[in-house]
């Protein structure tokens, strides 16, 4: 009898697995190689998220932070079940890091991933006309780099109208040298070991270096921790940019979220910042 209740056990423990398991709101791609410029594959693949439901989907491109110096594809926390679950493609990128790759390696992976991206999602559920750019922290300084510096996008081979609209989440390196002016030691140690350490290195690997009038950008969702820090500064400074360009932008602050709750908590439950953007996407989606 107690035998028996076991395997009664173990049976129910396999359903409720498999329930589980089928419960997910996405089939998952891991380990796609985009390029071969690493020797380490893991530096240059990325992962895939395809909705169970409908194809032709818009397409979401995470970047991952951590200064430039470490981050993995894998650390998504909620954003594949919520995104996908509201009919998006979710797609995480990994990028070469510093100090083994110097700038701008890591934004050059970025255009690689995304030519990839823009040429094969298809066979993954996605429309390659509707993609949105997403980047947290240091990925949100690649998000913004890879699309105001032109020729980035235009070496890889990807066309402009690909992006649908690009969001930077607590962006760190959007104007180096007023972070710089803040910098705690290892901060400041990390960006001289990802772009240099003349100004003349950090206004390049700015992306508010780049802006002017006249260039064709995709809309921007500015989006900010806290009050009074060095993310302010840098969100402010790209949105004013932006807009003496004539460029469309919009910023919105979270004060009583700090630089990692603004991230682990994106796609949970009742979570504001995952809807802004979904609204953001609807916004762009429209046009």
């Not at 510096?149 to 390196?173: H, M, T």
């Not at 921790?225 to 840098?234: A, D, L, N, R």
Request: with cysteine; charged share 20%.
């Amino acid at each position: 009898m107690q035998v028996l209740l076991m395997l009664i056990g173990l049976v129910l423990t396999v359903q409720t697995h498999a329930q589980k398991k089928n419960d997910s709101p996405y089939f998952k791609v891991t380990d796609i190689r985009y390029s071969d410029k690493s020797k380490n594959s893991n530096h240059t693949s990325l992962d895939i998220y395809m909705p169970r439901k409908g194809s032709n989907s818009p397409v979401v491109v995470w970047i991952h932070g951590g200064v430039w110096s470490f981050g993995d594809k894998s650390d998504v926390e909620n954003k594949p079940e919520f995104f996908t679950s509201n009919g998006y493609v979710f797609v995480s990128v990994n990028h070469r890091l510093s100090p083994e790759a110097r700038f701008p390696d890591h934004a050059r992976d970025v255009a690689d991933a995304l030519a990839w991206i823009v040429k094969n999602i298809v066979h993954y559920s996605g429309d390659a006309s509707k993609i949105f750019l997403v980047g947290y922290a240091s990925g949100a300084h690649l998000a913004a780099f890879v699309t105001i510096n032109e020729n980035l996008l235009r070496e890889a081979g990807v066309p402009p109208k690909s992006l649908r609209g690009v969001v930077l989440l607590d962006g760190i390196g959007l104007d180096i040298p007023v972070v710089m002016t803040d910098a705690t030691n290892k901060v400041r140690d990390w960006c001289i070991s990802t772009f240099g350490d003349s100004e003349q290195d950090w206004i390049d690997a700015s992306p508010v270096s780049y802006v002017r009038s006249g260039i064709s950008l995709p809309p921007y969702l500015i989006l900010y921790s806290g009050t009074k820090s060095p993310v302010e500064k840098e969100a402010l400074s790209i949105s004013r940019k932006l807009t003496d360009a004539g460029l469309k932008n919009k910023v919105i602050n979270y004060p009583k979220k700090n630089n990692l709750s603004l991230n682990k908590e994106l796609g949970r439950e009742g979570d504001v910042v995952g809807q802004d953007i979904l609204y953001f996407f609807y916004e762009n989606l429209r046009n």
